[in-house]
């Protein structure tokens, strides 16, 4: 399909589900609250000594968000799981004692099932996180969060990626010793509302990055930390709905070895929180303007102030803690992404030999 | 620095160090032994409940075969350490009962040394793996396993790399229930000796992905589960040595997404051991050769059978289990990057932008 091909007044399936993000947030913060509060019981009973992720894809973006937001802030260690361990060299691992959270917009890849039916069957607790309450992964888990994000047409995933990012976020500030995460989720939806707004107005501005990459066929996207989840999010929404390769790193990473990738063909998009990790990403950023490179930020406030060899920046002025910025980042990624998209000519709503649905084994 | 700038006889430090790689593999297998008893001994006796892995780069790759052989051989879960936490947020996580290993060629990077520290006074019995025996962080750690590589000057690491996974190897195989992993390692210097004189064979048969990679931008490089990090290895160096946005995927999650990049104009590479992960990596590329994409394989004798779609393929005659084949099948690989590096005018001795020792923090 090409762009030609969008019916009705032009607009795509993924730019009307971009716009749905806060509602489908506010279901998911609202509506599940009490069903949350259930999972979280039952996950303190449980006393885990160890969380692991499972997930694939765009779900796996999520899973990278949990497996920083598990650790930093309930001290407990996490592992991002291997399926192939379970569904090619069936070698069991050692499942007592684990929290297994499974990740699946669609609930049906066979990997994840295959090794959440192994560590359910090995004693761990099991939580699945999917966008479809009645699917295989939601009935094979102990417990099952719904993402309320209503059905996704658009084969790039966007409302149900931050609706994964919240449900997330929503059952670890149940588990968690500090209450500022649960405090600024409630008011999650209205910042996000916000972030739409502000992604809106921005991009008409964001024009010389939006020609950059359309004329570009590679792309550099980082972040590091809890953001490090958006940068590979964003990355993989470019080279799905546009054929740009665009490769998503952690600042830190792209440090050793990769930034030989920089120079002035290869545009650099980074997002950029406020705070000590904003200084530690600034550090790359010096380097990377220093090689050529033509570098656009998303960030928080601090971004208000201009920068000498940054060629645009969104502040954002998110009234978040860095923890929940993941949620808020991404918008105007995914705006960016859409636009681009249309702009080389290509249908982000169906992209070349893409379904929505992928099973792995 | 150009091609123009290679000294001597013309040969690269790259290539002249990827033919040291098994010797340097038969000093850690053999000169390193009985340190290694030792300190399998005192991880044994620590009974870990979780191992943890830190590194950076081209040793995070060696970290990603870590994770995959201690939780397959040991059933002990394994975690990717995410050394931000510790350096940017000040996140303690829970470190009794962990087994953390540490791996940098240099021994030197902050993050990595500072993971270290934090794990030891966190109660985690720490194994650093490093090819500075006298480096910050062999003298960090509790424990140290040198890699015996000698000195590497290339700043494309290879030798040091295959040591690295040599070592990990050699520690696993101590603790495993199972001889085999230990017996096939003795029989590693030897294996290697012929995979590269096959690797040198082939080279000349290889022309024409030669030709494909001179003149791409873009690459796609797979595998999955124990041979994953080398196709990370693999990319990763073609990023460094000849500007090439190679990446590095396991085939399943190139199904999830990445897939849409697979076109003619790309070329792609995966390394393919026998066995159930060949098979399962074979229906990925009948999917990305009918979308037009032109494969070559490198992988073991079922690589014999001549394969209808397939570019051109190298079957390495490699008698060791698929858990030890990422330390022959990455040896053609680092010959085809220190060859096309050239014929694209650049010396992979001295990549732009690069340094032999990156510190990030």
Same mark, same amino acid.
């Given at each position: 399909? #090409?762009? /030609?091909?969008?019916?009705?007044?032009? &607009?795509?399936?993924?730019? =009307?589900?971009?716009?749905?993000?806060?509602?489908?947030?506010? *279901?998911?913060?609202?509506?599940?609250?009490?069903?949350?509060?259930?999972?979280?019981?039952?996950?303190?009973?449980?006393?885990?000594?160890?969380?692991?992720?499972?997930?694939? $894809?765009?779900?796996?973006?999520?899973?990278?968000?949990?497996?920083?937001?598990?650790?930093?802030?309930? &001290?407990?260690?996490?592992?991002?799981?291997?399926?192939?361990? #379970? #569904?090619?060299?069936?070698?069991?691992?050692?499942?007592?004692?684990?929290?297994?959270?499974?990740?699946?917009?669609?609930?049906?890849?066979?990997?994840?099932?295959?090794?959440t039916?192994?560590? &359910?069957?090995?004693?761990? %607790?099991?939580?699945?996180?999917?966008?479809?309450?009645?699917?295989?992964?939601? =009935?094979?888990?102990?417990?099952?969060i719904?993402?309320?994000?209503?059905?996704?047409?658009?084969?790039?995933a966007?409302?149900?990626?931050?609706?994964?990012?919240?449900?997330?976020?929503?059952?670890?500030?149940?588990?968690?010793?500090?209450?500022?995460?649960?405090v600024?989720?409630?008011?999650?939806?209205?910042?996000? /509302?916000?972030?739409?707004?502000?992604?809106? =107005?921005?991009?008409?501005?964001?024009?010389?990055?939006? @020609?950059?990459?359309?004329?570009? @066929?590679?792309?550099?996207?980082?972040?590091r930390?809890?953001?490090?989840?958006?940068?590979? /999010?964003?990355?993989?929404?470019?080279?799905?709905?546009?054929?740009?390769?665009? /490769? $998503?790193?952690?600042?830190?990473?792209?440090?050793?070895?990769p930034?030989?990738?920089?120079?002035?063909?290869?545009?650099?998009?980074?997002?950029?929180?406020?705070g000590?990790?904003?200084?530690?990403?600034?550090?790359?950023?010096?380097?990377? %303007?220093?090689?050529?490179?033509?570098?656009?930020?998303?960030?928080g *406030?601090?971004l208000?102030?201009?920068?000498?060899g940054?060629?645009?920046?969104l502040?954002?002025?998110?009234?978040?803690?860095?923890?929940?910025?993941?949620?808020?980042?991404?918008?105007?990624?995914?705006?960016?992404?859409?636009?681009?998209? *249309?702009?080389?000519?290509?249908?982000?709503?169906?992209?070349?030999?893409?379904?929505?649905?992928?099973?792995?084994m």
């Amino acid at each position: 399909m #090409t762009i /030609e091909d969008i019916p009705g007044d032009g &607009r795509t399936l993924m730019s =009307r589900e971009i716009d749905e993000i806060p509602a489908a947030v506010s *279901r998911l913060v609202r509506g599940e609250a009490s069903h949350l509060d259930d999972v979280a019981a039952a996950v303190r009973r449980a006393h885990p000594r160890l969380a692991v992720v499972a997930a694939r $894809g765009t779900s796996d973006h999520a899973a990278v968000y949990a497996r920083y937001l598990i650790e930093s802030e309930l &001290r407990l260690p996490t592992a991002m799981a291997a399926p192939s361990l #379970t #569904t090619v060299y069936h070698r069991s691992s050692d499942w007592a004692g684990v929290l297994l959270l499974s990740l699946s917009q669609s609930g049906a890849s066979p990997d994840i099932l295959a090794v959440t039916e192994a560590a &359910r069957a090995g004693g761990a %607790t099991t939580v699945a996180i999917t966008n479809d309450p009645t699917s295989p992964l939601a =009935r094979m888990a102990e417990h099952s969060i719904a993402c309320h994000a209503g059905p996704e047409r658009a084969v790039a995933a966007t409302k149900t990626y931050v609706a994964e990012l919240a449900a997330v976020a929503a059952l670890v500030a149940r588990l968690s010793p500090d209450p500022s995460l649960g405090v600024a989720l409630s008011r999650l939806p209205e910042v996000l /509302e916000e972030t739409l707004s502000a992604a809106g =107005r921005w991009l008409p501005l964001a024009e010389p990055l939006v @020609d950059a990459a359309v004329s570009a @066929d590679r792309m550099l996207v980082v972040s590091r930390g809890y953001n490090f989840p958006t940068a590979l /999010e964003v990355a993989l929404k470019f080279k799905e709905t546009s054929g740009i390769f665009a /490769e $998503g790193y952690s600042s830190a990473d792209l440090m050793h070895g990769p930034v030989a990738l920089a120079q002035p063909r290869v545009p650099l998009l980074a997002f950029r929180p406020d705070g000590p990790m904003g200084a530690a990403i600034d550090g790359v950023i010096e380097h990377v %303007t220093a090689a050529g490179s033509r570098v656009w930020l998303v960030g928080g *406030r601090e971004l208000d102030v201009p920068r000498p060899g940054i060629n645009g920046a969104l502040s954002l002025a998110v009234d978040l803690p860095e923890t929940l910025t993941p949620l808020a980042f991404v918008i105007p990624g995914f705006v960016l992404v859409e636009c681009i998209a *249309r702009r080389r000519g290509m249908n982000p709503d169906a992209p070349a030999g893409l379904s929505k649905v992928t099973l792995t084994m």
